[in-house]
């Protein structure tokens, strides 16, 4: 029972397992590994470098090593970006959080432009939680950039 007493969203503490009540409440957008819940969790090195976008763009955000949560860091190697799970807890911020993943989108992909893509355009991997008006909704997202940029320009 202290869990409820401690969080008003029941659902959003079952989603997020062992993280505790008083961390979600302490941050507005949660970075999570893209494997979140197994035993064995991987953060994925584009999901801290949009990790320190939100920082710098001043978003309450956490991320593993934040939250007490024991994973490794994989760094893929290529033109396509991995962002593990983002959990929006707070719906006030989805605009500023699509803003700042349209802007990291966009400054990735034209450096990289400069260098020969021999396995075809490259692609972003994502899935995104919302907790809006206490229900949890989720985008799981493995596609072409253009058709990322779609979905997050349609949250803005």
């Not at 956490?62 to 719906?91: C, H, M, P, T």
């Not at 699509?98 to 692609?123: C, H, N, V, W």
């Amino acid at each position: 029972m202290e869990i409820i007493d401690n969080i008003d969203n029941i659902d959003l503490v079952l989603e997020l397992g062992s993280i505790k009540p008083e961390a979600i409440k302490s941050f507005d957008i949660l970075c999570l590994p893209e494997n979140y819940g197994s035993t064995d969790m991987v953060d994925s090195s584009g999901t801290l470098d949009f990790y320190k976008t939100l920082k710098e763009e001043g978003f309450s955000c956490a991320n593993s090593y934040d939250l007490d949560i024991n994973s490794k860091v994989i760094e893929r190697r290529g033109n396509d970006i991995w962002l593990g799970q983002l959990f929006i807890i707070n719906d006030f911020v989805i605009p500023g959080v699509m803003a700042a993943l349209e802007y990291f989108i966009i400054k990735r992909f034209s450096s990289d432009t400069k260098q020969l893509s021999l396995t075809g355009e490259p692609e972003i991997h994502m899935e995104i939680k919302f907790n809006k008006k206490g229900k949890i909704s989720k985008i799981k997202f493995d596609g072409s950039s253009k058709d990322a940029l779609k979905i997050i320009k349609a949250y803005q």
